[in-house]
């Protein structure tokens, strides 16, 4: 597992995965080969950051922040991401299958390899700024 943040002089490696909940904010850091499956971390700010090779399966992220984010190879099957942000983000070979993206913001989103709408839409805000409400009850 990596874990790098900026500002530090080397490559801080995290001793297990339950650290990254407890950052709670880490803006432009490098995540790398993790297993966060079933994890809480709702409302924490990803901003900036890269993800390669990073499994969020049932997950939950509801109301966090991935704007200006890379995501490449990540999971994020049955995770809940409602009210998540991905403004601005790089979205390349992301899986939501099953996972909730009610009130999510895919704002100028760049997708590579990636379908939203395998992911549960209501009140969702897509690419192209419109609202997919495709799922609301």
């Known amino acids: 597992m990596l874990l790098i943040i900026p500002g530090l002089a080397a490559a801080q490696t995290a001793s297990n995965s339950d650290q990254l909940r407890m950052l709670g904010q880490c803006n432009g850091c490098i ?23 990073v499994d969020f399966t049932g997950a939950g992220l509801g ?19 409602g009210g998540a942000s ?19 913001v895919f704002d100028e989103v760049i997708l590579k390899d990636t379908d939203l709408q395998s992911g549960m839409q209501c009140n969702t805000q897509m690419q192209d700024g419109l609202m997919d409400n495709s799922d609301c009850d």
């Open 31 to 53: 995540f790398e080969d993790l297993d966060l499956s079933g994890r809480k971390m709702t409302g924490v700010d990803l901003s900036g950051s890269t993800f390669r090779n």
């Open 63 to 81: 109301i966090a922040i991935f704007d200006n984010a890379v995501l490449e190879n990540v999971s994020f099957e049955g995770a809940d991401l």
């Open 86 to 104: 991905f403004t601005d983000a790089t979205l390349k070979n992301v899986s939501f299958d099953r996972s909730d993206l009610t009130g999510a």
